[in-house]
C-alpha cells in the first residue's frame, strides 16, 4: 500500500486531500476532494461557502508505479445563498468539462515526440484513440523563419490525395523548419511567395535533388542562394546506370552464374580501390564473363574517381572530361548518365565547393518512414504535418542551444 503523504508528494495537486488510497493489479485508486474555501457565485459574483450537495467524478491521471492511476474526486456543489445558483467547485488540474488532468494532457503530447502511433500511447495511458488524437490536435506548428541554407527533399505520403509530400530543413542547424502537402511547383511558388523578398534573398545556399521544380524555385525566389545538389542524387545516377546493365547482362548468363553475380553485386558497386585483395580476384573474375559489364565497370570506376577532387574547379574538369567519354559510349545507361550530369553540372559542381549537402533530410525523412508505418498511414495532412514537426521540435530546439 502506498503512504499517503508521499502519494500527496507525489501527485503535486495543490489543494487536493486525499482521502483513501485503493489499488489491483492494474490501477491505483485515489480518493481525494478539494480543501474547502469560499467560492464566488459564477452567476452573481456572491462570495459563499455553503455546500449544496456532493458528487464522485473519476479522473483519469499519469500512470505511477507502473500502473494506470484515477483520482475518485469527491466534488462539492456549492450554493448561493444570494441568488440560489449551484455551481461546482474550482481546481487548476482538470479542465472544464473533462475527466483528463491537464497534466495526462501534457503527459500524452511528450509521449508523441517519438514515431510511436496514437493507438500504442492509448493502451498505455488508457484513452480510447480518438481522445489521444483530440488532444494531440490542440498541437499546432506556424509557418517558420526562412534559414540563410535551406535543403528540400520529398518523401512518399500518400496524405490528402497525394503521393508525395515535401520536408524543407536548415541542414547546417539541424532543424526541420516545415512540412508541405505537395512537391509541385504551383503550390511551391505559392508556398515561397508568402516569405518577405528580403528573407529569401538571405538564403544563400539551396540544397536539393535533381527534380526540376526544385531548380526552377530557386531560380525565381532565392535568387542569391548557390543551387546545389545533393552528392547522394547525382553519385547515384552512375551507380544505377552500372546495375542496369549488370542486370541485363546477367540474364545473358547461366543460372548458376546468375545467382553468384546477384550475391556479389555488393563488390561490383564498391570502388575497385576499396576492396581487399581477395574481393578484387572476385570482381575480375566477374568482369571476365561479360563485355558489356567489365565496359560499364570502367565508366562507373572513372565517374567514383571524381570524388577524389576537393574543389570546385578540379572537379569541373574530371566532370566534363568524364561526360565528353561518356556521352558516345555505346553504352545507353551511361550515354543517358552523361545527359543528366551534362543538364545538371552547376549544381554538381556547385556539391564540391561546401560541405552542406542533403543527410540530415534524409535521416529526417527515415524516421518520417516509421511515423507513417506505425500509424499505417495518415490521412489528415495537418495532423501528419503537425506530428512530423512535433516529433523534431525537441530536438531543434536543443539543436539551437548547441548553435549558441
Not at 168 to 183: F, H, M, S, W
Not at 238 to 253: H, S, T
Not at 256 to 279: A, H
Request: glycine residues 2%.
Amino acid at each position: 500500500m502506498l503512504y499517503k503523504h508521499f502519494t500527496e508528494k507525489l501527485l503535486g495537486l495543490q489543494g487536493l486531500n486525499i482521502t483513501n488510497i485503493e489499488e489491483n493489479e492494474k490501477i491505483i485508486f485515489i480518493y481525494a476532494e478539494m480543501e474547502r474555501k469560499e467560492h464566488h457565485c459564477i452567476s452573481c459574483g456572491t462570495a459563499t461557502n455553503t455546500v449544496h450537495d456532493y458528487r464522485e467524478q473519476v479522473i483519469k491521471d499519469i500512470p505511477a508505479f507502473g500502473k494506470l492511476v484515477s483520482i475518485v474526486l469527491r466534488k462539492r456543489r456549492y450554493r448561493c445563498k444570494y441568488c440560489g445558483k449551484r455551481f461546482f467547485e474550482t481546481n487548476s488540474f482538470l479542465p472544464k468539462y473533462n475527466r483528463i488532468t491537464t497534466r495526462l494532457c501534457a503527459f500524452v503530447i511528450e509521449k508523441l515526440r517519438d514515431e510511436r502511433s496514437f493507438t500504442s500511447v492509448a493502451k498505455e495511458v488508457n484513452l480510447s484513440v480518438s481522445t489521444v488524437i483530440r488532444i494531440f490536435d490542440v498541437v499546432s506548428y506556424p509557418k517558420p523563419e526562412l534559414s540563410t541554407v535551406l535543403s528540400i527533399d520529398e518523401f512518399k505520403g500518400n496524405t490528402n490525395g497525394e503521393k508525395y509530400q515535401c520536408i524543407l530543413t536548415d541542414p547546417v542547424n539541424k532543424v526541420v523548419l516545415d512540412i508541405l502537402p505537395e512537391r509541385y511547383k504551383p503550390y511551391l511558388t505559392s508556398y515561397f511567395k508568402q516569405f518577405p523578398k528580403e528573407k529569401r534573398d538571405s538564403v544563400t545556399y539551396f540544397v536539393s535533388d535533381m527534380w526540376r521544380t526544385y531548380a526552377d524555385i530557386s531560380d525565381v525566389w532565392f535568387k542569391n542562394a548557390t543551387q546545389i545538389i545533393d552528392k547522394y542524387h547525382w553519385i547515384r545516377q552512375a551507380i544505377w546506370a552500372f546495375e542496369n546493365v549488370r542486370k541485363e547482362e546477367q540474364k545473358k548468363l547461366s543460372s548458376e552464374l546468375r545467382k553468384y553475380f546477384k550475391r556479389s553485386k555488393s563488390l561490383l558497386i564498391k570502388r575497385y580501390d576499396s576492396l581487399e585483395e581477395e574481393q578484387k580476384q572476385q570482381v575480375n573474375v566477374m568482369l571476365y564473363y561479360s563485355v558489356n559489364i567489365s565496359r560499364a565497370y570502367f565508366y562507373k570506376e572513372q565517374f567514383l574517381k571524381i570524388l577524389n577532387n576537393k574543389d570546385a574547379e578540379s572537379a569541373k574538369q574530371a566532370m566534363s572530361d568524364w561526360i565528353q567519354n561518356a556521352e558516345n559510349c555505346g553504352i545507353p545507361q551511361f550515354e543517358k548518365c552523361a545527359e543528366t550530369m551534362r543538364n545538371w553540372y552547376p549544381g554538381i559542381i556547385n556539391s564540391f565547393s561546401t560541405t552542406i549537402a542533403n543527410g540530415f533530410t534524409e535521416g529526417c525523412n527515415n524516421k518520417i518512414k516509421v511515423l507513417k508505418r506505425n500509424a499505417y498511414g495518415y490521412r489528415n495532412f495537418k495532423r501528419f504535418r503537425n506530428r512530423i514537426l512535433h516529433i523534431f521540435s525537441h530536438q531543434n530546439s536543443n539543436n539551437k542551444q548547441a548553435a549558441d
